[in-house]
């Protein structure tokens, strides 16, 4: 009768031993979107810019500062 208790005893804690912790549930989640925003300050920003160059351009014109050579009398 010993034996028997013994070894019901022994399986018995084996066996909770083996179950202990529960399944394990692998569960997959879906790849995340990813939406890109259009930066609409750096757009605006070159053709004002650009203008800028040109107005100065204009503004400061193409001609030369030095007077008319003088000619000289003799």
């Known amino acids: 009768m ?8 022994a399986l018995s804690l084996s066996a909770s031993v083996a179950f ?8 997959e989640e879906g790849q995340p979107e990813v939406v890109q925003q259009q930066s609409s300050s750096s757009v605006g920003a070159l053709p ?9 351009a204009v503004a400061c014109g193409g001609g030369s500062d030095d007077p008319e050579p003088q000619l ?3």
Do not use: T, W
Not at 20 to 27: D, E, M
């Open 2 to 9: 010993n034996k028997l208790v013994a070894s019901i005893a």
């Open 20 to 27: 202990a912790g529960g399944p394990v549930v692998v569960v």
């Open 48 to 56: 004002i810019l650009i203008g800028l160059v040109l107005l100065c």
């Open 72 to 74: 000289e009398e003799q």
